[in-house]
């Protein structure tokens, strides 16, 4: 099992910065995935926003590609997200998540909420805001 705690988010006018946090208890296995996810005020939906590999390649959703960068320590157990030039349409409930089950990242944005439900770890997660 896995435990996830996010921390780092609040509050920022447009246009500032935050670096979130997330911290991964237990035994991460090397075909586990790390992502970002986020769900805005009054959506029931993830959004995926950014994905990590055991190799450190990369994926982010359009919406973010430029501004966000999601980045993990050598152990696996502490990835980040540093998200510059932020808009108010970010405000949201950010996650950070394990997935398994995947052959690499390419999908790990659009995956179904089915899917996420059954082979992914989720943290509690921590709110951004950013005011205009």
């Known amino acids: 099992q896995l435990h996830l705690a996010e921390s780092g988010g609040g509050s920022v006018q447009s246009g500032g910065s935050l670096r979130l946090s997330c911290r991964v208890s237990g035994s991460m296995d090397a075909a586990y995935r790390l992502a970002w996810f986020r769900r805005g005020p009054g959506s029931g939906r993830r959004e995926g926003v950014a994905g990590i590999d055991s190799d450190n390649s990369t994926i982010y959703a359009d919406s973010v590609q430029g501004r966000f960068t999601i980045s993990q320590d050598n152990t696996r157990n502490n990835v980040f997200l540093q998200m510059n030039s932020l808009k108010p349409e970010d405000t949201a409930m950010y996650f950070c998540?394990?997935?398994?089950?995947?052959?690499?990242?390419?999908?790990?944005?659009?995956?179904?909420?089915?899917?996420?439900?059954?082979?992914?770890?989720w943290g509690q997660g921590t709110q951004v805001t950013v005011s205009s």
């Open positions: 998540a394990v997935i398994s089950g995947l052959r690499d990242i390419s999908r790990i944005l659009r995956l179904s909420d089915d899917y996420l439900d059954r082979f992914g770890w």
